[in-house]
């Protein structure tokens, strides 16, 4: 069993990923901010170590990470990807020097292996599921950031000739999903027989469920045989158009309620390709989704349907 350090732990995919880790059981140090929300790990609470860490604080990190001895280390911590997180000082902070501090306190300690996570965002608009090997064209803040720290990455491990690589996902959806986003808004909208706004009928997005992430997670770990720096596109490699994953919310949940196109905007990041090359992570990692869309929505209505305690967070947290 090893022990782990994971970043961004009480966000979706982080809560996911240690739920899967300490399942097959492994330690588990969760890296909080200050002023986290607990809701999405409360019950593992007891059985994990929570660090308040300040990514800005060198020293705390170098200390906290010499006394862990960590084998496995998770980078999720991430700003800007919400529509609600638009400071660009904070975007920086976070996802360039608190990935810079955290990656050299690694580095100086010693690990196994070190998972990134980057976003399918860094390659900016494309006409085309763009390869690993394809010139980055960040489309916002988030973006640029993001690839900045996948390149910082990348240069770290073939620096040190260490087990670094980077998980570039799509558009994750599952349990612990952020309330605001679309499948729980879909979701809990669709409970009542309704519809939320809705954006372009053709609208397109990679939905990659986060169990298959986080196989992802795992096999990358797991294996270190890797180039070092090692990139992975992580979606299905089907996009998926927005009529389509209303249409199939509608049969799955007897939604009468007919979409009303466009009641919603299009965002600035909305476009009608965006989807994944995986060649490369199925060849070098063995990884394959088990969901398709479809599977994958029914398997996050059921959960919701199995979880009323936080079916009523998500609402609170709707409601405002």
Known sequence: ????????????????????????????????????TKWRIESLCDDVNLHKIDFQNKDDLRNTIKKIQPDWVFHLAAYGSRPTQFDLTQTVQTN???????????VENGFEVFVNTGSSSEYGFKDHAPS????????????????????????????????????????????Y?????????????????????LVSPNVAHDFIHVDDVIDAYMLAAENRQQEQGAVYNVGTGRQVL????????RRVMNIPKEPEWGSMGNRNWDTHTWVADNRLIKKKLDWYPRYDFESGFRQTH????DNPNLLDIYKQVISG
């Open 96 to 106: 360039i020097s608190g990935t810079i501090n955290f990656v050299e306190a690694c």
């Open 242 to 249: 927005m009529h389509q994953v209303v249409d199939i919310a």
């Open 177 to 197: 999903e952020d309330p605001a986003r679309l499948i729980p808004k879909l979701i809990l909208c669709g409970l009542k027989g309704e519809l939320p706004p």
């Open 1 to 36: 069993m090893k022990r782990v350090v994971i970043t961004g732990a009480t966000g979706f995919i982080g809560a996911n990923l240690s739920y899967r880790l300490l399942q097959e059981g492994h330690t588990l140090h969760l890296f909080v901010s200050e002023d986290f």
């Open 302 to 305: 059921a959960w919701f349907q």
């Open 132 to 175: 690993e090997k394809e010139r980055l064209d960040p489309n916002s803040y988030y973006a640029l950031t993001k690839a900045f720290a996948t390149l910082f990455c990348r240069h770290m491990a073939q620096r040190f000739h260490l087990c670094i690589s980077t998980l570039r996902l799509y558009s994750v959806y599952g349990p």
